[in-house]
C-alpha cells in the first residue's frame, strides 16, 4: 500500500515497503529512503541513538538523521501525520513527485493506492534537514 499524505514537512508518499516507493518514482531501489516515526521509543526499537546526541534528537524537529547502522530516521511531532504513523511501527515516506522532477499532486494521486487529504488541502513545504551522525560529530548532508 501507498499512501499520499501531508507529512511535517511535504506533500509525501509513504509506504511500508520502500522497494514499492523506488519503483513508483522511477529510482533504484537501493537508493536510501527516510523512515518515519511517530515516537521515540519507536524509534528506539529500530536503531541504537549514540549517547552523544540524544539530546539533539529529542529537540530537534524537521530534521531526519543518518545512524550508524546506515538508515535515516525522522521522528514526526506533526499531530496530523501522527494519526497515521501511529499506526505502524515506521513508514518509509519520500517525495510525492517523479524522480528529480518538481511536485505534481495529479502524478501522486494516481501512484497512490490510498489519499489522506488534509482539511487545509496539500501544501508544499521545505524538505527536511538531513544529517549524518558520525562517533562524535555530525555532518550536514542536506541543509533546509
Same mark, same amino acid.
Given at each position: 500500500?501507498?499512501?499520499?499524505?501531508?507529512?511535517?514537512?511535504?506533500?509525501?508518499?509513504?509506504?511500508? @515497503?520502500? *522497494?514499492?516507493?523506488?519503483? +513508483?518514482?522511477?529510482?533504484?531501489?537501493?537508493?536510501?529512503?527516510?523512515?518515519?516515526?511517530? @515516537?521515540?521509543?519507536?524509534?528506539?526499537?529500530?536503531?541504537?541513538?549514540?549517547?552523544?546526541?540524544?539530546?539533539?534528537?529529542?529537540?530537534?524537529?524537521?530534521?531526519?538523521?543518518?545512524?550508524?547502522?546506515?538508515?535515516?530516521?525522522? +521522528?514526526?511531532?506533526?499531530? *496530523?501525520?501522527?494519526?497515521?504513523?501511529?499506526?505502524?511501527?515506521?513508514?518509509?515516506?519520500?517525495?510525492?513527485?517523479?524522480?528529480?522532477?518538481?511536485?505534481?499532486?495529479?502524478?501522486?494521486?494516481? +501512484?497512490?493506492? +490510498?489519499?489522506?487529504?488534509?482539511?487545509?488541502?496539500? *501544501?508544499?513545504?521545505?524538505?527536511? %534537514?538531513?544529517?549524518?551522525?558520525?562517533?562524535?560529530?555530525?555532518?550536514?548532508?542536506? %541543509?533546509?
Amino acid at each position: 500500500m501507498i499512501y499520499l499524505a501531508q507529512t511535517d514537512t511535504t506533500v509525501g508518499l509513504l509506504s511500508r @515497503s520502500k *522497494e514499492a516507493l523506488a519503483k +513508483v518514482k522511477g529510482r533504484e531501489p537501493c537508493q536510501p529512503t527516510i523512515a518515519c516515526v511517530s @515516537s521515540f521509543r519507536k524509534l528506539k526499537k529500530q536503531t541504537r541513538i549514540p549517547k552523544n546526541f540524544r539530546c539533539l534528537i529529542r529537540r530537534s524537529r524537521k530534521t531526519t538523521f543518518v545512524y550508524p547502522n546506515g538508515q535515516a530516521y525522522r +521522528v514526526v511531532f506533526d499531530p *496530523e501525520h501522527n494519526q497515521l504513523l501511529d499506526r505502524f511501527d515506521l513508514l518509509y515516506s519520500t517525495s510525492a513527485n517523479p524522480h528529480g522532477q518538481p511536485l505534481d499532486i495529479d502524478w501522486a494521486k494516481g +501512484v497512490a493506492d +490510498v489519499v489522506i487529504t488534509p482539511p487545509h488541502g496539500f *501544501e508544499s513545504r521545505k524538505a527536511s %534537514k538531513i544529517w549524518r551522525l558520525g562517533k562524535n560529530r555530525r555532518y550536514l548532508l542536506r %541543509k533546509l
